[in-house]
């Protein structure tokens, strides 16, 4: 069955400085990757996808993320902190072909500092 | 695009009730699914439709059950609410459902609340 387990429900980064969000899944096969940021009130969008090829994804606002099969990785990075990326962001995963039946992990809340 | 729409933003029902929570997805997204987000948690999958039939069901009772009507709405409707029932109604629709993997926009959730 697959899981996905984010570390660290709650990150706090200096404006500026680099944002890492950890996400680890378990799946006996190369998953389908995604990650959701989800501001107060508001529904989840979606930052950025893996599906195949190239390992390194980039997404928007500035953010990408690595697929990293040997250690079942898909971390989410972003150079510099802004105050607008405070939000809860979310990992998924879903099956090789498309029910789009997404596992989320629990989240992390990222606060950003002045 | 419209986006993915949901009403009521907000509702209240007493255990033991029914309720009935509305999505409206993108035109053309033969796909909904349908996510529970309890507090501090992440969306746990309800079930999805395509083109008006269940496709996939997650691990929740049959008390929970959904309509996907032509026009691109759907429901979903909860019987004899539990206080456990409270939660973020996520909506998400999808193109379609062919042998590729598109990406699920999210409408911005019901908050029910059982008292």
């Known amino acids: 069955a697959q899981s996905v387990t984010q570390l660290g429900s709650h990150v706090s980064v200096s404006e500026g400085a680099l944002v890492l969000l950890r996400c680890n899944y378990s799946?006996?096969?190369?998953?389908?990757l995604f990650w959701y940021v989800q501001y107060p009130n508001q529904g989840l969008q979606l930052l950025l996808k893996?599906?195949?090829?190239?390992?390194l994804v980039k997404g928007i606002n500035g953010f990408e993320a690595e697929f990293k099969k040997s250690e079942t990785s898909f971390h989410l990075t972003k150079p510099s902190a802004h105050m607008s990326d405070a939000a809860e962001y979310f990992c998924?995963?879903?099956?090789?072909?498309?029910?789009?039946?997404?596992?989320f992990g629990t989240g992390t809340r990222l606060k950003v500092l002045a | 695009e419209t986006g993915v729409t949901q009403s009521p933003t907000h509702l209240i029902k007493t255990r033991g009730q029914q309720v009935t929570l509305r999505c409206s997805s993108q035109?053309?997204?033969?796909?909904v699914s349908w996510y529970q987000q309890a507090l501090g948690q992440g969306p746990q999958f309800i079930f999805q439709?395509?083109?008006?039939?269940?496709?996939g069901r997650g691990n929740f009772p049959p008390r929970f059950s959904g309509l996907q009507f032509p026009n691109y709405s759907s429901e979903l409707n909860v019987n004899a609410l539990e206080l456990d029932d409270s939660a973020l109604y996520l909506c998400?629709?999808?193109?379609?459902?062919?042998?590729?993997?598109?990406?699920?926009?999210f409408g911005p959730g019901t908050r029910l609340t059982v008292t």
């Open positions: 998400a629709s999808s193109p379609d459902r062919a042998d590729s993997v598109y990406e699920q926009y």
């Open positions: 893996y599906t195949t090829g190239a390992t």
């Open positions: 998924a995963v879903s099956p090789l072909r498309g029910t789009y039946k997404y596992i």
């Open positions: 439709y395509y083109r008006e039939e269940e496709n």
């Open positions: 799946s006996s096969v190369p998953p389908y």
């Open positions: 035109s053309g997204h033969n796909t």
